[in-house]
Every structure is written in C-alpha cells, then in structure tokens.
C-alpha cells in the first residue's frame, strides 16, 4: 500500500516553462487536493476534486490547472512557470474528508 | 472565503513544560483537522473533530473543537523534545465549500530538553 506518490521530488524550472507534477492514490480515495506550502503561509489550496471527473478552484488557481480522469490520478499542471510560482506542493487524498493522507512533496524552484 | 488564524506562530518551551495552540475562525467548519508536519515532510494527520464542544486526547494531546464549530485548540501536556515540529489546523468546509480543506498558518513549536 504505497498511499500517495508525488513525483518528481525535486525540479528546476526555466520562467516559461511547462510541466506537469504528478499525483496517485491507491487507496480508492474520492477526495484529492493540490496545497503549496511557502514560508510563513501555512499551505494554500490551489485546486481540489471530489471525484473523478469533477475538480474546482482553490485559493491560489492562477498558474495552474487540473484534471481527473481517473480515481488514483490527479495531477497539476504548470502552464508557464514563473519565479513566484517557486514553492513545495504537496497532494493530498481522503476517503471521507475527515482526515487526509498527503504526498511526500515536490520541490520546485522556478529561476 | 474561510480563513483560519492560528496562534501562536511560534512557541519555544521547555521540557516539561504545557502549552495550548489556538485556532480559529468566523466560519463553520463540519471538521476540524489537526496535523503535524517534520522538515522534508507532508503532514500527518493527528486528530479530526466533527462535534461541537467534543474533546479528543491523543497520549499527552489534547483536541477541542468549540461548541459553535468556529475554532478548536491543542493542548499539550509536559512536553518533551520529540513534540518538536510544526502543527497545523485545518478546516474542512461544508455547503458551496464542500471538498475543500483550509489550513491555518501554523505553529512551529520547539521544545528544549
């Protein structure tokens, strides 16, 4: 049971530049959620799914999209990086919303 | 939108010692969620309430959610150094905002043998 996995761990950006960190649950969880947690800010939800198919806006959407095509997958996408956007992202997933079990965290900096 | 104020920011104690961290807030919330997060890490969850006026204790935690569902509080009894880290509230909202989970700022809390 590996819970959720972020992937990568750590990434370098050029301002400009697209990717995509990626996001999997394997516990059948309906909840998934994108926080970035910078200093001092506690963490801000960007986006958020409660289920496969349906996804809404956060705090902090701009810059960033999603999708959810499938349970297990949730991933954000960076549309053109900038330096504003240098941050720790981590997701999260939960079967009710009672409780969530987060990802290990992708470190991105954006230069 | 739901905004939560925790406080304090930062608490540097010594072993041994008690402490309480508050969260709260003008909004309802159907949870309230108490995480801890190590450097390099996600958080992990410690305790969730749900009720009003309920009161949860994990070991030397101890969890309270207000009787209006606006704010809650961890108390920590005779803290020891492996208490160190950073605790974060969370609350997850209802009606319009159901599937959101909104975090407080946090408190890095310090404990010195």
């Known amino acids: 049971n590996a819970g959720v996995t972020q992937t990568p761990k750590f990434q370098v950006l050029k301002t400009g530049q697209s990717m995509t960190l990626q996001c999997a649950q394997d516990m059948n969880h309906e909840y998934m959620s994108w926080y970035r947690q910078d200093p001092g800010m506690g963490l801000r939800l960007i986006h958020y799914?409660?289920?496969?198919?349906?996804?809404d806006q956060g705090e902090v959407p701009n810059g960033y999209n999603v999708s959810r095509s499938t349970t297990e997958d949730f991933p954000l996408r960076l549309l053109s990086a900038a330096p504003s956007q240098t941050s720790v992202y981590f997701c999260?997933?939960?079967?009710?919303?009672?409780?969530?079990?987060f990802g290990s965290g992708t470190r991105l900096t954006v230069v | 939108t739901q905004l939560l104020e925790q406080s304090p920011q930062f608490l540097s104690i010594q072993e041994g010692e008690n402490l309480t961290v508050y969260c709260n807030s003008s909004?309802?919330?159907?949870?309230l969620q108490w995480y801890r997060q190590e450097p390099g890490e996600g958080p992990v969850l410690l305790v969730t309430v749900v009720t009003g006026g309920e009161v949860k204790k994990l070991k030397r935690l101890t969890f309270q959610f207000g009787d209006a569902r606006k704010d809650s509080s961890l108390h920590i009894t005779a803290a020891q150094p492996g208490d160190t880290g950073l605790y974060l509230c969370?609350?997850?909202?209802?009606?319009?905002?159901?599937?959101?989970?909104?975090f407080g700022q946090g408190t890095i809390l310090t404990v010195h043998p």
């Open positions: 799914s409660v289920g496969a198919g349906i996804t």
């Open positions: 999260a997933s939960s079967y009710n919303r009672y409780g969530y079990t």
């Open positions: 909004s309802v919330f159907s949870s």
């Open positions: 969370a609350g997850a909202g209802g009606g319009t905002s159901y599937g959101k989970l909104t």
